[in-house]
């Protein structure tokens, strides 16, 4: 027992000092930066529009941030306790053979290499910000973007039994777009979906346009009326519980009134209408220029 307790010492010490290091260097990055003295005293101020934009852009991300915090830290519980329970078998001499001790190392070596794929999420989904008052525009490939918005919202899917099904882009398929803005855009239109889909899937792909435009396109399973009664009020949501994941969103109003007033400064734009032969689905559809 004593040996076992030492051991566990140490391994609760190794996992704490690897959580406190993701927080440390996520924490900040929820906070709104300051201004720098190193900052041109002479730039132009950006039109009162973009400040909104702005605005809106920032709720959507700390929304993001905060509830995506609380689920990953969910999600850290599962793989940690498997390697303690599995370190204390084999501390206390319960395997029953030199192959089962085996066994339960490369269980214990998959649960520690799950838990560095969640904090390599909990560090991407940090490196999350408003981007600049002002989009800045430029080609942006889908297909690695595309990639990175499905590491940033499949645990949100996968904690409310959902499938999110987000199809690779071509390597060619590009929009002309601020990265940031668009990123922010995106995932709150995806974790919106995913909040009010009770079962099913949620799609995301793109698709040729015009020719000098291309769509990205998001189906989910909810009456278009709903979502047009919703943002025609455009109301905020429940004041967020951090202790209750589930009141950690914003009114679909407000989500859908922040990404069509963003994505008019990313000079595209975006619909609703109803999915291709399913009269109970949405289509929302951003139109985004090509380079």
């Not at 027992?1 to 051991?7: I, L, N, T």
């Not at 793989?79 to 192959?99: M, R």
């Not at 949620?202 to 396109?217: F, H, K, M, N, S």
Request: charged share 25%; net charge negative.
């Amino acid at each position: 027992m004593a040996g076992w307790a030492s051991g566990q010492a140490v391994l609760l010490l190794t996992a704490g000092l690897g959580v406190g290091l993701v927080l440390q260097r996520l924490l900040p990055k929820l906070s709104v930066p300051e201004k720098t003295a190193t900052e041109s005293p002479t730039e132009p101020e950006p039109p009162k529009d973009a400040w909104q934009a702005a605005y809106e852009r920032l709720m959507l991300t700390e929304q993001f941030k905060r509830g995506f915090l609380a689920r990953t830290a969910h999600e850290l519980r599962s793989p940690i306790n498997s390697i303690i329970g599995l370190h204390q078998l084999i501390l206390e001499d319960l395997c029953e053979s030199p192959e089962e001790e085996r066994e339960f190392i490369g269980q214990a070596k998959d649960a520690a290499l799950k838990t560095l794929k969640l904090f390599d999420t909990l560090i991407a989904a940090s490196k999350l910000d408003v981007g600049r008052e002002v989009p800045r525009l430029e080609p942006v490939p889908l297909a690695p973007f595309f990639k990175e918005i499905y590491e940033l919202t499949h645990l949100q899917a996968a904690n409310r039994n959902l499938r999110l099904d987000i199809t690779g882009a071509d390597d060619e398929q590009r929009v002309l777009s601020d990265p940031k803005w668009l990123q922010v855009l995106l995932i709150g239109l995806i974790e919106d979906a995913i909040a009010h889909t009770k079962l099913g899937t949620v799609r995301l792909w793109a698709e040729p346009g015009d020719g000098q435009t291309v769509a990205i396109c998001l189906q989910e399973e909810r009456p278009l009326a709903e979502l047009e009664h919703d943002l025609s009020e455009i109301r905020y949501g429940t004041p967020a519980d951090i202790a209750n994941v589930e009141t950690l969103q914003l009114s679909t109003g407000l989500v859908l009134a922040a990404a069509k007033t963003n994505i008019a400064q990313l000079k595209g734009t975006l619909t609703l209408t109803v999915a291709p032969n399913q009269p109970e689905q949405v289509l929302i559809r951003c139109g985004l220029p090509t380079p």
